[in-house]
């Protein structure tokens, strides 16, 4: 089983709808990410959180919300879809101390 | 203003040529370097991390950083049309240690 898990991995859904991303690790690290990307944009920072009452906006929050439910689970909310808000999710977890991130699977979100 | 540049690309190269990927970053404390190498639809997954001046060798895979003048590479050696991929580079910094990622470089080995 993956260190970092992502769920759904592909999802289609309509403009003004609410959905949930939802990621859970067993790396038992405190900190934890959920980034998008667009192709040639590379990652864009959405949320963060260090620990679980500790959330953060990164540059690009607006139109998403999260919630840290435990330490192991993240999950990232679009509260009203919209189709420029099809792309690649990844949720993350690092420890840190300065060592590397782990990803996520991935979702492929479409929003029509 | 971006905390780390990537030189955009695409860049391509034949198989078995040297590919030289390379990163500059601003903040000048930053602590940690990696290596990410990501294949279209999938997650990045860690190549490389250095922490100290110099060349750290894995097997094809060369990283060097040089601090003073806030520069990252990547050699890849006999590229292989495997290695064509989007790289992208990390660095840890600040007193949280956060990852900020370059925009990434898409390398294409030609056979």
């Known amino acids: 089983d993956a260190d970092v898990t992502q769920t759904p991995r592909n999802r289609i859904t309509k403009t003004g709808k609410r959905i949930m991303l939802e990621c859970s690790q067993t790396?038992?690290?405190?900190?934890m990410y959920w980034y998008r990307q667009d192709p040639g944009l590379g990652l864009r920072l959405i949320y963060y959180?260090?620990?679980?009452?500790?959330?953060n906006k990164g540059e690009i929050s607006d139109g998403y919300s999260v919630s840290r439910q435990a330490q192991a689970k993240f999950s990232l909310s679009l509260e009203s879809a919209i189709p420029n808000q099809t792309a690649l999710y990844f949720c993350?977890?690092?420890?840190?101390?300065?060592?590397?991130?782990?990803f996520g699977q991935g979702t492929r979100l479409t929003v029509v | 203003q971006k905390e780390v540049e990537q030189n955009s690309g695409p860049l391509s190269v034949p198989e078995g040529a040297i590919a030289s990927l390379n990163c500059t970053y601003s903040d000048r404390g930053s602590q940690s370097f990696f290596w990410y190498r990501q294949y279209s639809g999938k997650s990045p997954e860690l190549i490389m991390s250095?922490?100290?001046?110099g060349d750290k060798e894995d097997g094809r895979f060369t990283a060097q950083l040089n601090k003073a003048s806030q520069y990252v590479s990547l050699l890849i050696r006999d590229s292989q049309p495997s290695d064509s991929a989007t790289y992208l580079c990390?660095?840890?910094?600040?007193?949280?240690?956060?990852?900020?990622f370059g925009s990434g470089t898409q390398l294409t080995v030609l056979p």
């Open positions: 790396k038992g690290h405190d900190r």
């Open positions: 250095i922490y100290s001046n």
């Open positions: 990390a660095v840890s910094s600040g007193s949280a240690r956060q990852l900020t």
């Open positions: 959180s260090f620990d679980v009452k500790d959330i």
């Open positions: 993350a977890t690092d420890t840190g101390m300065g060592t590397e991130a782990f």
